[in-house]
């Protein structure tokens, strides 16, 4: 099993809809979360962490799951600009410090 | 305050030779992380530097070296070049260790041939 998973997509949605990505981990010492947007050839840039009792900014809310080891990303109200692949990022306690991406979702917020 | 900046932005090689790729993390961050992004992979952690030291390194043969200098600038180096090193290096700086995510600079684009 591969330490962060998630969906590859894309998940191809109009303007306007509520979308939601899933990411898995297996590590269950993880410790630290986060969603990064990375858009086509370019740097990947942090959204948002990823709060034990769940979190909001904006349009954007993060969920955590411990028991189940999964976050999750809910974008309402998608815009065009959107459009983009969503990193779920990881990190484990134990001194390494190490964050582990996932492969991303693509996202794509059609007119 | 200016971010973590790369360079060369692109930079063209043939198989065999070395490449050198520089990082300039952002102003008193002293933890340099290195990621290689292939196409259509998701991002595969290289080595991270902090102060000076190597930390820790990813899975990747010891062709994959760098370094980091006293102003916290650092250096990967990749010999023996194969095309499959063709990929998006991105750089990433952090204080001490990462807790809070942390911030890519703009990448440089490896290309063997």
């Known amino acids: 099993r591969k330490e962060v998973e998630q969906d590859p997509g894309p998940f191809n949605v109009p303007e306007g809809a509520t979308v939601a990505f899933n990411c898995t981990y297996s590590n269950s010492a993880s410790q630290s979360f986060f969603w990064y947007r990375q858009d086509c050839r370019k740097e990947p840039k942090l959204l948002m962490s990823v709060y034990s009792s769940g979190n909001e900014d904006g349009r954007f809310t993060a969920q955590l799951n411990r028991a189940s080891q999964y976050i999750s990303l809910l974008i309402r109200d998608s815009k065009l600009s959107d459009s983009a692949t969503y990193l779920c990022?990881?990190?484990?306690?134990?001194?390494?410090?190490?964050?582990?991406f996932g492969r991303g979702t693509s996202l794509i917020v059609h007119p | 305050e200016a971010g973590v900046t790369q360079s060369p932005t692109h930079l063209i090689k043939t198989r065999g030779q070395q490449a050198t790729l520089r990082c300039s993390p952002i102003?008193?961050?002293?933890?340099v992380y290195w990621y290689q992004q292939a196409l259509g992979l998701g991002l595969q952690f290289l080595l991270w530097?902090?102060?000076?030291?190597?930390?820790n390194r990813g899975n990747f043969p010891p062709r994959f070296s760098g370094r980091q200098f006293p102003n916290y600038s650092s250096e990967l180096n990749v010999n023996a070049l194969e095309l499959e090193d063709s990929a998006l290096y991105l750089c990433?700086?952090?204080?001490?260790?990462?807790?809070?995510?942390?911030?890519f600079g703009s990448g440089t684009r490896l290309t063997v041939v």
């Open positions: 990433a700086s952090s204080l001490e260790r990462v807790t809070r995510g942390y911030t």
């Open positions: 530097y902090d102060e000076g030291e190597e930390r």
């Open positions: 102003s008193g961050h002293t933890s």
């Open positions: 990022v990881v990190m484990a306690s134990g001194g390494s410090y190490i964050p582990t």
